[in-house]
């Protein structure tokens, strides 16, 4: 959510600090990974608007040697554009999408999480997926539509 270690890092520790600070106030009538990812989520966002967003590919490798230079390349340029897709996303949205996409969250989940309705956590999915559709269109194979 951060797109950057050491600032995922402070978010980290800020969550879990304000977790141990805050241990008391959890309800045990809902799932602790809610409440713990809800804290982590409000952490990320203060990290992110104290910071200015920085994109550093290098330290995410993606080559596959087996496949050659050419297609590591591609695969480095696919996966920074993707970044880059996901930074520039609003904040709402971003949350919402890593919730689900990449901690495989129910919509649920990321209602309770995120305390909002599910009905927006639906419609934040649908306008981020839309952005990223159009701003990752070059990147995409489309199969030719049959009439």
Known sequence: MCGDAALAEDAAHECFIRAWQHLHSYRPQSPFRTWLCRIAANCAISELRRAKPVLNVEDHPLSDDRR??????????????????????????????ILREYEGLSHRNIAETLEIPIGTVMSRLNYARRRLRDALAGYMEVAPRTT
């Open 68 to 97: 050659g230079p050419e297609a590591g390349a591609e695969l480095k340029e696919r996966a920074a554009a993707v970044q880059a897709a996901i930074l520039a996303l609003p904040a709402t949205g971003r949350s919402t999408m």
